[in-house]
């Protein structure tokens, strides 16, 4: 099932996509030259910037993707209630799976806490909402995804910043290339980040930092992130108390902010 996230994401933004700090990047959206004459531009700001020869090698087979320019453009903001929309994403079969998630990790969720001080269920929450625990990562290519968003006129700037995040990822050697494949709009991980949220957040709590396959480090690299936002420990989070507003920085729809809030509540009960 597609994430929820996955539909908001060129609408708000969220956890994978935080403001792009710094000057434009070089290369012109839309070249007269085409998708190809853009990438050979991207290589050259790469370079510039210090990236290695072998990671900017990752781009030499990327082509455009008109379906990944298809589903960007047709997004819609949601119109449910707050209460259609958290009661079909809280649904029975997805709150008990957390349930028994939370009790299976105790010890790793224990730990997460410690060093960060977010507790179990907002992680599961966010886990559970995003990918449905790891089970829908999504699969198209990160790095063509990223590179056709880019030469797309709409956020170029923002895309293009990121596509040279992933090149990054692959020089720091969190990622090999064949495993960078996650959703449409370039997010990454059990958790969904985008590459500039990878680099900066990412730890490595057992897996080498790898937000894929390590859930340890996904759910880990998640509570750093909120604790970079602010997260206070042992503060509430639901809507009106502190750790609700670093959950916007999450995701900055307030509908989907709540459910995550809520889900996180009906999860701390029950266990």
Known sequence: M?????????????AGFGLVAGSAIAATCRDPGGFGAFIASVKKEAAAQGISASAITALDKVSFDQGIISRDHGQGVFHQSFAQFSGRLINPGRLRKGQALLRQ????????????????????AIWGLETNFGADN???PTL???ATLAFDCRRTDKFQAELLDALRL????????SAMRGDWAGELGQTQFLPSSYLKYAVDFGGGRNLIRSVPDAL????????GYGWQRGA????????????????????YAR?????ATKLAATN
């Not at 224990?110 to 907002?122: F, H, L, M, T």
């Not at 809507?239 to 959950?247: K, M």
């Open 2 to 14: 597609q994430s929820t996230r996955r539909v908001l994401a060129a609408i708000f933004c969220v």
């Open 105 to 124: 990790n105790a010890g790793l969720f224990s730990r997460i806490d410690e060093a960060y001080g977010v507790p179990g269920p907002v992680l599961v």
């Open 138 to 140: 999504g699969h198209s």
């Open 144 to 146: 063509q995804a990223l």
């Open 170 to 177: 692959i020089q720091r050697g969190d990622l090999p290339l």
């Open 220 to 227: 880990a690299s998640t509570a750093n992130y909120l604790r």
């Open 236 to 255: 509430g989070w639901e809507p009106g108390e502190p750790n609700f507003a670093v959950i916007k920085e999450w995701n900055a729809a307030d509908v």
């Open 259 to 263: 459910t995550i809030a809520l889900f």
